[in-house]
Nanobody
Framework: QAQVVESGGDLVQPGGSLRLACTVS????????MAWFRQAPGKERERISC?????KSSYCMRGRFTISRDNANKTLYLQMNSLQPEDTAMYYC????????????????WGQGTQVTVSS
């Protein structure tokens, strides 16, 4: 059974940093295009960044956060620096074998989310 699990969300002060992690099980991680999304209260979900199986993200708008993947450990990361209150949201990891579906915002597999709160 496929499972996507995020971790690393926390309360952080403005200007601080966090690194989110996403582990995948039940799927062939190296074949997946991975992505991070976020959704703030009262706002639509937005894609932050994505990374294809060959570490390309040219088809996916780059954000100001750094996405990376460790295929050996089946883990996706999102390094977030200089966090601001407007970055407060639930952050979701998503995966699909199709880069097009990820690009369209409709990947097949989603995690439950991890909460990031930026506040003094």
């Amino acid at each position: 059974q496929a499972q996507v699990v995020e971790s690393g969300g926390d309360l952080v002060q403005p200007g601080g940093s966090l690194r989110l992690a996403c582990t995948v099980s039940g799927l062939s991680f190296e074949d997946l295009t991975m992505a991070w999304f976020r959704q703030a209260p009262g706002k639509e979900r937005e894609r932050i960044s994505c990374l294809s199986r060959d570490n390309k993200s040219s088809y996916c708008m780059r954000g100001r956060f750094t996405i990376s993947r460790d295929n050996a450990n089946k883990t996706l990361y999102l390094q977030m620096n200089s966090l601001q209150p407007e970055d407060t949201a639930m952050y979701y990891c998503a995966a699909d074998v199709s880069p097009l579906r990820v690009s369209a915002g409709t990947p097949a597999y989603w995690g439950q989310g991890t909460q990031v709160t930026v506040s003094s």
